[in-house]
């Protein structure tokens, strides 16, 4: 015969506890770009560029010769597909002076809020980095022996 008596506490919780975790964590992420440490990047050259860059100085990570920053560029216009930001996770040897991205996400809104509009997670092919352009300032930002042409 089957107890009516009520589930007592401790069962009470294991019965949640999973779920109370995946409530947590789903809190977690969603305020992880809160805490990012968004450092605008200033440009080598006086061209104007089409964006604002930011790099996350608590993001930084090293690994040899290599760094790798995430870094959100806010768009000065939407895109004709309605881009107003992006936030990229980009790898830069620093001795070789060459980049590639590791993931990239587009927003519809300023500082990687709003709907996605795309995403890729697909590692690039290297890129050498171009004189006066804003990757160049980047480098400079994250890689402290470089120094700008």
Do not use: Q
Request: contains cysteine; aromatic residues 8%.
């Amino acid at each position: 015969m089957e107890s009516s008596r009520p589930l007592s506490f401790v069962a009470h919780t294991r019965e949640f506890a999973s779920l109370r975790f995946a409530i947590i964590l789903f809190c977690m992420l969603s305020v992880a770009d809160i805490h990012a440490e968004w450092l605008l990047v200033e440009p080598n050259s006086s061209a104007h560029d089409p964006f604002v860059v930011f790099v996350d100085s608590e993001s930084i990570a090293t690994k040899r010769d290599r760094m790798t920053v995430r870094v959100l560029l806010n768009m000065r216009h939407k895109t004709d597909d309605g881009v107003a930001s992006v936030i990229a996770v980009d790898e830069y040897d620093c001795r070789a002076e060459r980049m590639r991205t590791h993931s990239m996400t587009s927003y519809t809104e300023i500082d990687g809020k709003g709907a996605l509009v795309r995403e890729f997670k697909t590692v690039g092919d290297w890129v050498k980095i171009g004189t006066g352009k804003i990757n160049e300032a980047v480098l400079d930002s994250v890689c402290p022996e470089y120094v700008p042409k």
